[in-house]
């Protein structure tokens, strides 16, 4: 599975911003997606997941009734949907391919990233 992220950018604290990441291969629907994100000297920190038929997602409490994760499994894209966005959401947001986990040694997959920078 090769993974693309895109969607991020620069914006203002309360703005909003979808992020977006597509896969490649028959088998995505197969694999619970997850986002990540890192900010500078932080460790990687999980974000949300969602499983493979959608039905089921996960957040973390930091972003908990700000984000929502949804997935086009015919599409093979999995989405970030980004509100009330704060500084402290700052940093590179990565998307994975593997498990509902929140940690990432359960993710086989991994996108590039794409940088998202919310000023105040």
């Known amino acids: 599975v090769q993974l693309q992220a895109s969607g991020g950018g620069l914006v203002q604290a309360g703005d909003s911003l979808r992020l977006s990441c597509a896969a490649s291969?028959?088998?995505?629907?197969?694999?619970?997606m997850a986002w990540f994100r890192q900010a500078p000297g932080k460790e990687r920190e999980f974000v949300s997941s969602i499983t493979g038929g959608g039905l089921s997602t996960r957040y973390a409490d930091s972003v908990k009734g700000r984000f929502t994760i949804f997935r086009d499994n015919a599409k093979n894209t999995v989405y970030l949907q980004m509100n009330s966005l704060k500084p402290e959401d700052t940093a590179v947001y990565y998307c994975?391919?593997?498990?509902?986990?929140?940690?990432?040694?359960?993710?086989?997959?991994w996108g590039q990233g794409t940088q998202v920078t919310v000023s105040s």
């Open positions: 291969g028959r088998t995505f629907r197969t694999y619970a």
């Open positions: 994975a391919a593997g498990d509902m986990r929140s940690s990432p040694e359960f993710y086989a997959y």
